[in-house]
């Protein structure tokens, strides 16, 4: 069993920047890692995935402004988020996948507003 810890969320500005950081509990080398965000009154979306070879899938929204990156020598996931707007403001979750086994973070506020 994984356990994720999501930090680095906040308050910012739009056209602001944050980098989020989930940290495992033990190792994630076989995993498939996700960033999902869930807006108020909205579902859970996927916004980033990362495979243990590093390809990478973004939502079309956060296209050319998220990075999702990945360091398995320190079990850790992470995401950039740059010109941040409005829109993007929700919870961000981290899961990971693996042969059907899914967990999940408990995640991290961010905000988007002036």
């Known amino acids: 069993q994984v356990q994720l810890v999501e930090s680095g969320g906040g308050l910012v500005p739009p056209g602001g920047s944050l980098s989020l950081s989930c940290a495992a509990s033990?190792?994630?080398?076989?995993?498939?890692m996700y960033w999902y965000r869930q807006a108020p009154g909205k579902e859970r979306e996927l916004v980033a995935g990362?495979?243990?070879?590093?390809?990478?899938n973004y939502v079309d929204s956060v296209k050319g402004r998220f990075t999702i990156s990945r360091s398995d020598a320190r079990n850790m996931v992470y995401l950039q988020m740059n010109s941040l707007k409005v829109e993007d403001t929700g919870v961000y979750y981290c899961?990971?996948?693996?042969?059907?086994?899914?967990?999940w973070g408990q995640g991290t506020q961010v905000t988007v507003s002036s």
């Open positions: 899961k990971a996948e693996f042969r059907g086994a899914r967990y």
């Open positions: 033990s190792s994630i080398s076989l995993y498939s």
């Open positions: 990362i495979t243990p070879g590093r390809s990478t």
